[in-house]
């Protein structure tokens, strides 16, 4: 059942996910023809903005899945409902407060933005209503996470992303007949209330014990809060900083390009985060019902899943993103290979960390990794500051790794085997080690192909992607079964099982 329920999650969060990210790149350059290349440079700065506002919902969300897992496995209903009624009402008190402090933010946003074209008013009351749209789904935190920690993220993906794909399609309609941003942002509000209150409507239908209104508040989840928000605040501000940066030193243009690569590998991380996400609540479940050898043998598996999911699409994306780029928003968008190089870095360390953040979330680590957090934090900004007036948007992401590196890549690995596995660290960097000796190996061999950078149409830039995956794909899974042969065939035999279920 398990297994079955991840799969739902992965296939309803992953294929929606492909759909929009191919409707958001005719979005985004029908966007940049209509309403300029500074608006979008705009959004992209209030996209980074708004994820500190959401780190206040992403850490109580993962202090109340960490108290419910074991509650629902129990069927522990009564005291279910006390610690959603005690969510929704500490919920509803954050949005409150998000409003007041985004309304002091607005007067104060062209501080973020060098050289701007706009006037005060524009980006205050678009920033507004932003905050609007990032507000709205605090008010149905409880609803959200009853779902994804019974394991049925699958329900809260169908919701969401078929809302999604027809709002992005109403938003393609829009820029085709008029050029008004702020009807574009309003069309946004609209959607995400709906889906929302959809939402409400199916949990309380198929939760018929799920009731809030007299059950005695449980604020227990505020005890790990203490140590998670502190944690979440370090490390949004450690990965959320660069666009603002390049905004404030650079330019609303520069902001612009930095976003439109970023958008391009954000799809890349958020599709394979799908695989996170329906894992996480499967995760949860496993661990507080399974013994520790069976909880170590699942983590080897998706850090195995990781490691081939990094290789698999990291190194056709390093041959092919300027080719499509050019094709896609026009030569005045490129960046350098160099810089193409650390943005793939960047990507490929955030895939293979992924075991590591969900283990260290479901088992409550929380205050154990604020350290590193805070080090990479601090790293982080002061880095990219340094080095975005020396070298451009190469120094910001400079700066991202070499914080990373000084910070939660040696010491989150290290909590979670002194805290949960009990064992050396060694098994960990040797796996590590042969995943970077594998993308070393495919990256010399492919680049010994004759591949073009300049491209007459997106289907020849398809055909030529296509054979890249494909070769790559190939030497990969011959390299796998080499270097990783257990992992390889638990991982195959495991979804073979799992595929036979989900049929019958």
Sequence with gaps: MRTKNALLNLMTGLIPQLILGLLGLFKIKLFIQQLGIEYNGLIQLFAQLFAYFNLVESSIEASVKFRLFKLLVLKEAQAINRILKGAKIFFNRV?????????????????????????????????????INTVIPYFFIGDRVLLSSDQKLYRINTIYNVSLIIRTLTEIAYLMMGKDIYVFVTISIGFTLVSNLILKWVVHREYRWYQTRHALADFSFKDDMKHLIPQKIM????????????????????????????????????????????????????????????????????????????????????????GFIRLWVGEAMLIDTQTVILFIIILYYTIIVMPIGTFISVNGLFKDVKISTGL??????????????????KGV???????????????????????????????????????????????????????????????????????????NLTLLVFLSSLLFRTELNMVLRRFKLSSRKVVS
């Design 95 to 131: 949005a409150y407060s998000v409003v007041l402090i985004s309304i002091g933010m607005s007067f104060k946003l062209d501080l973020f933005i060098k050289n701007s074209p706009f006037q005060t008013t524009q980006i205050q009351i678009l920033f507004l209503l932003y905050v």
């Design 397 to 471: 992401l400079v700066g991202t790794i070499i914080s990373i590196l000084l910070s939660s890549f040696m010491y989150s690995p290290y909590v979670l085997y002194k805290k949960l596995f009990k064992s050396s660290l060694k098994d960990y960097f040797k796996k590590f080690v042969l995943s970077l000796g594998i993308s070393a190996v495919l990256i010399l061999i492919i680049s010994q192909l004759p591949i073009p950078t300049l491209y007459t149409s997106f289907f020849e830039w398809f055909l030529i992607g296509v054979g890249v995956f494909a070769m």
């Design 376 to 393: 990479e934090m601090g790293l982080n900004v002061s880095l990219s500051i340094l080095l975005v007036q020396w070298i451009g948007i």
């Design 235 to 322: 490390d949004v501000v450690a990965k959320n900083t660069d666009l603002i940066i390049i905004s404030a030193f650079l330019g609303i243009r520069f902001t612009s390009i930095y976003g439109i690569y970023n958008y391009i590998l954000g799809f890349v991380s958020q599709s394979v985060n799908q695989v996170g996400s329906a894992l996480y609540s499967v995760v949860g479940n496993f661990n507080a019902s399974e013994s520790l050898s069976k909880i170590k043998a699942l983590f080897d598996e998706y850090l195995f899943m990781t490691i081939f999911l990094a290789n698999l699409l990291c190194i056709p994306i390093f041959f092919t993103i300027n």
